[in-house]
């Protein structure tokens, strides 16, 4: 079931709407930017499950790997564990959720490490009810992402996204369709 979701994630780029928004990612003393990209997918019919996610790409990835352990996160049925804290917050709104996640290394140019965060809307009841309450402070005005990614062993990854009015707009727009009813 697992591969199927990821499946579905990798090809959700092309059956769905995104919005890539920049932040930032610290590991130790490095910083560098980092790519949010927010995605829905619709049902289309019984045999393919739209998709709500969140993906974080690390830029450059080869040059922390002597540091983090991207390769316990890598593929379909990666099993590092719930190693993935994720905050949201909105004015008065706010949304934790801790999380296990998977990635890939990214064909782009500058070669990241995409971790991604994906609910199926179609049996996936209560995990696409904790992704929609994460993600949904994110439309309600000016607003705060944090994604912190613990490795096995070691220090993490933090990236943070400071969502501005406008990109809340567009955000909504993005994900209010997938989120329940």
Not at 18 to 39: I, K, M, N, S, W
Not at 85 to 90: D, G, K, T, V
Not at 123 to 138: D, N, Q, Y
């Amino acid at each position: 079931m697992r591969t199927l979701f990821f499946l579905l994630a990798m090809m959700a780029p092309a059956l769905s709407q995104t919005l890539t928004l920049t932040g930032e990612a610290r590991f130790g003393d490095d910083r560098r930017a980092a790519r949010f990209t927010f995605l829905c997918s619709a049902n289309a019919g019984p045999q393919v499950a739209g998709v709500l996610g969140v993906e974080l790409a690390i830029p450059r990835h080869e040059t922390l790997r002597g540091q983090f352990n991207f390769d316990a996160f890598e593929g379909p049925d990666a099993r590092a564990g719930r190693r993935t804290q994720l905050e949201s917050q909105a004015g008065g709104a706010a949304s934790r959720m801790q999380a296990e996640v998977s990635g890939s290394i990214s064909g782009e140019q500058d070669e990241p490490f995409v971790f991604g965060l994906h609910a199926a809307r179609q049996g996936e009841v209560a995990r696409l009810g904790e992704v929609s309450r994460l993600l949904a402070p994110l439309t309600l005005g000016a607003a705060q992402f944090s994604w912190t990614q613990w490795q096995p062993r070691g220090a993490a990854i933090e990236a943070r996204l400071a969502v501005s009015a406008a990109d809340a707009a567009r955000l909504r727009a993005l994900l209010s369709p997938c989120f329940p009813r």
